[in-house]
C-alpha cells in the first residue's frame, strides 16, 4: 500500500450514511466539490440537507458551491475515544468550521496536515479558534470521500 494512501483507504474508520436529503451532499464531495443545500424559493443556504425551507417551507432546492474556505469555530480532542475504530489515532482532533461564504452554517470534520494525511497528523497544539482553513477530500475505505480541512497561512 502506497504512503499517500494509509490515511484514507484501510483505516477502518466510520464513513458517513447519506439519506436522501443528504445524498447530493456526498455526491459532490466525491467530485472534489464542497457544495451547500439552498432554497429555490428564498436563496437561504441550510445545512444538515432537509425537504423543506425553514425559512419559507419551500419543497424546492438546488446545491451551490461554496469556495470550501472557512475558521474553526471550535474543536475537541477525544480522550478516550468514544469508538474502538478511533483509539488508535488518540489524540486526534474534531473540529467544528464556519464556512467563509455561509457564517451560519458550521461543518464538523478533521483538521488534517495534508490532503491524504490522517486524522492524527495534526499536532494538537496548532488548533485555534478562528484559525482559517481550506477544504480538502479525503476517500475512505469503500470509496466514500469527506470533507477535511487544511490550515492555511493566517
Known amino acids: 500500500m502506497s ?25 459532490f464531495a466525491a467530485r472534489g466539490e464542497l457544495r451547500m443545500q439552498a432554497c429555490a424559493g428564498c436563496g437561504e443556504l441550510r445545512f444538515p440537507p432537509r425537504p423543506c425551507c425553514p425559512h419559507c417551507a419551500s419543497f424546492g432546492s438546488e446545491w451551490q458551491r461554496m469556495t470550501g474556505r472557512g475558521s474553526i469555530w471550535s474543536y475537541v480532542l477525544p480522550h478516550p475515544p468514544l469508538l474502538p475504530a478511533y483509539a488508535a489515532r488518540a489524540p486526534y482532533n474534531v473540529v467544528v468550521v464556519e464556512l467563509a461564504d455561509a457564517p451560519h452554517i458550521r ?26 482553513v481550506r477544504v480538502t477530500f479525503a476517500r475512505l475505505t469503500g470509496g466514500v470521500v469527506v470533507p477535511r480541512w487544511l490550515l492555511e497561512a493566517s
Open 3 to 27: 504512503s499517500m494512501m494509509r490515511g484514507t483507504t484501510d483505516n477502518g474508520l466510520l464513513p458517513p450514511e447519506p439519506d436522501d436529503d443528504g445524498a447530493p451532499f456526498w455526491e
Open 107 to 132: 461543518l464538523p470534520g478533521n483538521l488534517v496536515a495534508a490532503p491524504d494525511a490522517d486524522i492524527d497528523s495534526v499536532d494538537p497544539a496548532l488548533l485555534c479558534i478562528g484559525a482559517p
